[in-house]
Every structure is written in structure tokens, then in C-alpha cells.
């Protein structure tokens, strides 16, 4: 999935077209991959079939070769919290989507890199200010730890195929701070704008229900109201949080009525 991510992307390894990049090398140019993925019409299971017959090619080279991808390397990353490492039981989050075992997890994570996440600590460079309009590998790291996948409201897109967005755009004195970055996948990224039909991201205050989460403010024509919605489909404990407290509403409303129902048939005297 990982490799997938880089090499089937919209332009990459693509036969069809003579500067199409086929290698993490050729892939740093973002201006020609730019102008590939425009000329790019493949289907995403082309782009994969094409993407495995690049894996085939000699001058790919091997895995030292991968490169990055959107800022971070080429390798699964997943996110597992630290309760669920503690009791080995649970999943592990993946950055291409989907889950693993936390079993299956800490058995692969023994040979690989590790990030430590500490929330709220700023330990590492989350902060950049002006001085680059590019997020730092960090930042993208603690993007994918959290938000998991593009932040629209019902979009399924997973962190591997989404890129850092500034909520103030960096055109507009934005800063390059944690606070000012959130995921959006490349089709989102493009409806996020001032004109007519545009959508509009914000972070959630202290006092909402999702706090410091990204929210996004459909055009007049989709929601009249206004209302900043945010993306729960990369946060399944939070759909599972939503329904039960419905659930527990219905159950409280149905007590209060049983109990309304019961002292007003005690207080009639009963008939001799
Ligand atoms: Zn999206």
C-alpha cells in the first residue's frame, strides 16, 4: 500500500507518456509530476498494474530507493495508542487506510523506526512560523497520528493520499504551525477557495464538541446554515461515541416517561 501510494499516484510510472517519472529520484520534481498527473487519464487499477511493472524495472532500484512520499517515507506508517500496546489488544491504524492487529503491529514495529507522539508536549518542531511554507516530516507525522485521513466531512480518503493544508493559506500570512495545518486529499484541497461554491476550513474552539479539530463549511448551495461539520469516517470511536449516546438519550426519554406515566396512574385513587 505504501509503495502503491507513491508509485500508482496520478502520473507516476505511466508508459503511456514519455515524462511520466518512474523513479523516487525522477518523482522530486514536483513540477513535472504536476504536469504528468494533468495529462494522466489511467483508471487507479491501471495505475497499479503500471506501478508493479515499475517495481519489476532494474533502474527503480531496491527498497534503499523508495524515497518519500508526500513528505515522509515510504514505509507503512501506523498509529496504536499507547493502552492498547499496553494490554496487547486492539488495532493499529495505517496511514494507506485499513488496520492491524496490535499483535501483528508490534511484531513488524520491532524492526522499524518509532515516533513518539506526546500530544499537547511540543517536543518536536511543530512550530515553523513563516520561515517555510512546506510542513516539516513531524508535522505530517502528528497530522497522520490524529486526523488519520483528508478532514471533509464523509471522505474516505486515507493520510497516504492526502497533503498538508493551511487553514489560513500561506498567501494570507498563514503560519506553517500545527495549529494552522490539516490533511485534505487532493480533490477536497481544490474546493477549499473564496469564489462562489467554494468550501472554508476552520479549527474547532474549546468550547465545541471537537475540540482543535479541522471543520469544514459547506458552500450556501449544499448547507444554508453554515454549520462547520467535521469528518468522523477516520474516527470509528467517535461514530460508536454519537450512536450510543443517542441511544442512552432514547433510553433516559423512554425512563422519564414510564416514570411520568407511573405517578400520574398512582395518584388517581383506585375505584373500590
Ligand atoms: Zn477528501
Redesign the pocket.
Known amino acids: 500500500d505504501a509503495m502503491l501510494a507513491k508509485f500508482a499516484r496520478p502520473g507516476m510510472c505511466n508508459p503511456a507518456d514519455t515524462d511520466s517519472p518512474w523513479t523516487a529520484q525522477d518523482a522530486t520534481d514536483d513540477a513535472r509530476l504536476q504536469a504528468a498527473a494533468a495529462r494522466d487519464t489511467r483508471t487507479p487499477a491501471q495505475r497499479n498494474h503500471d506501478a508493479l511493472l515499475g517495481f519489476l524495472r532494474p533502474e527503480l532500484g531496491g527498497p534503499a530507493k523508495r524515497g518519500s512520499h508526500r513528505g515522509v517515507p515510504v514505509a507503512a506508517i501506523m498509529t496504536m495508542s499507547i493502552a492498547d500496546v499496553e494490554r496487547a489488544a486492539g488495532v493499529a491504524t495505517l496511514a494507506t487506510g485499513g488496520t492491524v492487529p496490535i499483535s501483528e503491529a508490534l511484531e513488524l514495529a520491532q524492526q522499524s523506526k518509532r515516533f513518539l507522539m506526546v500530544f499537547d508536549h511540543a517536543g518536536m518542531p511543530l512550530h515553523v512560523g513563516r520561515e517555510s511554507r512546506t510542513a516539516t516530516k513531524a508535522q505530517r507525522l502528528a497530522l497522520i497520528a490524529t486526523e488519520r485521513g483528508?478532514t471533509?466531512p464523509n471522505?474516505s480518503?486515507p493520510a497516504s493520499r492526502?497533503q498538508v493544508h493551511h487553514l489560513t493559506e500561506w498567501s494570507k500570512g498563514g503560519k506553517t504551525d500545527i495549529e494552522n495545518l490539516t490533511l485534505?486529499?487532493d480533490?477536497?484541497h481544490a474546493q477549499v477557495h473564496d469564489g462562489p461554491g467554494g468550501w472554508k476550513t476552520v479549527k474547532l474552539g474549546p468550547d465545541t464538541a471537537f475540540p482543535g479539530r479541522t471543520a469544514w463549511i459547506a458552500p450556501p448551495h449544499i448547507d444554508p446554515t453554515g454549520t462547520p461539520q467535521v469528518n468522523h469516517r477516520h474516527h470509528p470511536g467517535e461514530l460508536m461515541a454519537l450512536t450510543l449516546s443517542r441511544i442512552q438519550d432514547r433510553n433516559r426519554q423512554a425512563r422519564e416517561r414510564h416514570k411520568r406515566w407511573l405517578a400520574t396512574h398512582r395518584a388517581t385513587p383506585a375505584t373500590p
Open positions: 483528508c471533509r471522505c480518503a492526502a485534505a486529499c480533490s477536497c
